[in-house]
Structure formats: structure tokens, C-alpha cells
């Protein structure tokens, strides 16, 4: 099997909605780190502070197979075609280890889309 792996920065406030909609097409999980972003925009400023967006970092490792759907699914749920609400990209992957509890349910998912 091959890998990618999705990676979309997004407002924590589309988190949990862009991660369902990632597993209701086949995702079988992620993981979310926090962190700060920005722009071509200068970052606002308050009594002198400067306000940076928090963002979060959504992980997803995907069978080759299944990112299409997932990504469409994932800029979809995250309104992505609107400025600044966040990013989606894909990386291939080399290597993975630590999958073997999901491989029978990543088969199987690849099953009964292909065959």
C-alpha cells in the first residue's frame, strides 16, 4: 500500500467539522497541533500587542486512493474557496509503521470503492 499524507491549516473553529467530513470519506483518524499563523495581512494590533490567529495543524495519513475524495471533502467542509479560512495540501509518504490495528478497515474501504 501507498501513502500521503493531507495536511490543512485551518481556524480551530473548523477543526472538528473538516475532521468528520474527513472521516465520513474514509479517513480513518488525525491528529491536530496547534499553532500560530500568517498571512500576506499585517497581524492586528490592540493597546500595542500584537494579535497573532491561532491556527490548527490537521494531520491526516490517507491511502494514496482515498485522498481525492478526502481532500474534496476536506475543502468542502472547510469552505476553502473563501479567503482566508485555511489550506490543504498533500506530501507523499516513504515509509509508515504502526498501521497494522486499521489496515483490514484501510483494505476494506479500498475494496469497495475499486472493486
Request: hydrophobic share 45%.
Amino acid at each position: 500500500m501507498r501513502f500521503k499524507t493531507i495536511i490543512a491549516s485551518v481556524k480551530p473553529d473548523c477543526t472538528d467539522k473538516i475532521v468528520d467530513a474527513a472521516k465520513s470519506a474514509g479517513a480513518t483518524g488525525a491528529t491536530i497541533l496547534t499553532g500560530r499563523g500568517t498571512g500576506i495581512h499585517e497581524a492586528k494590533s490592540f493597546f500595542g500587542l500584537t494579535l497573532e490567529p491561532q491556527t490548527d495543524i490537521i494531520l491526516f495519513l490517507i491511502e494514496e486512493h482515498l485522498v481525492p475524495a478526502i481532500l474534496e471533502a476536506i475543502a468542502k467542509a472547510g469552505q476553502f474557496h473563501k479567503p482566508g479560512t485555511g489550506i490543504a495540501f498533500v506530501l507523499p509518504v516513504e515509509q509508515v509503521i504502526g498501521l497494522e490495528s486499521q489496515m483490514n478497515l484501510i483494505k476494506a474501504k479500498i475494496q469497495d470503492q475499486y472493486f
